[in-house]
Every structure is written in structure tokens, then in C-alpha cells.
């Protein structure tokens, strides 16, 4: 049993921790069941699984910032190989601590090379809608991993 906690994430065990101390304070004889795939983990101060699959999904592109508690990340130019007279930058913001779609916002800009000079170009809202779609779906597969997991 030991061995099997140590393998699960730390939010797991504050969750078991503070389920455990809240039955011993209370005097109803059923304990709560822990549910450890809640859409809403909220110990970085935003929903996790939104927060990783952001991360994970954005991991090929340079940060600038990345603040948990705030719920932002903030990437850097990022020029794709194939494509050098482009760059883009995203801001992705969690707006709430549910995993829902409209607790995910994702904004873009573009650039392009004209005359040796970065200009500013407009982004397909195609592309936006298409980033968090891979987020929420990514999310959704780390929440399903965690359920199966328990």
C-alpha cells in the first residue's frame, strides 16, 4: 500500500490528507470518498490538468513567463523551421478552476518579414480555436489517465 501512494501525485495525497483529517473532526460516521480525477484541482491556484496540457502543448515555443497561481503563460517569438519569414507568440490565460472550455483562452500574434522587418500580421481565428481544442483535449486525456490511475 505504501509503495502504491508514493507512485501518485502529490495533489492526490494532500486531497487523501485533508479528507483523512476532515473525518476525524467531524462526528458523521461516513467518511467521504475521495474522487482524485475531479474536474477542479486547484493547488497551483488554477486547474491543473488546463495548466499541463498547456505547458505540454506549448513546450516546443520559448516562455517568457509561466505564473500557476495567475493561470498565464506567455511565450516568446517562436518562428517555425520550415517557415522563417513567420513567427508567433501566445498568451494562454485559465480563467477558471473548472476544466471547462470556456475556462481556457488563447491569443496570438503574428509577425512576418518584410524589407528585413517584423511586421505585424493578422492571425486566422482558425488557428486560435485549433490551439484550444489540442489543450482541452490533452487536458481532458490527463484527467482521464488520473481516473484510471484510481
Known sequence: MIQ???LRPVSSLIVIAALGALA????N???????????????IGVNSYLWRASLETLSFMPMLQTDSNGGVIVTDWYANPNATGERMKLTVSILDQDLRADALRV??????????????????????????????????ELRRMAINEG
Not at 476525524?24 to 462526528?27: I, R, T, V
Not at 518579414?113 to 481565428?125: E, Y
Open 24 to 27: 476525524a473532526c467531524g462526528g
Open 29 to 43: 460516521k461516513e467518511r467521504p470518498k475521495a474522487d482524485l480525477a475531479a474536474s477542479r484541482i486547484t493547488t
Open 4 to 6: 502504491r501512494l508514493s
Open 107 to 140: 491569443a496570438a500574434s503574428r509577425q512576418v518579414m518584410q524589407g528585413g522587418q517584423w511586421v505585424d500580421a493578422p492571425v486566422q481565428a482558425a488557428t486560435v480555436q485549433k490551439l484550444e481544442e489540442i489543450i482541452l483535449t490533452k487536458a481532458r
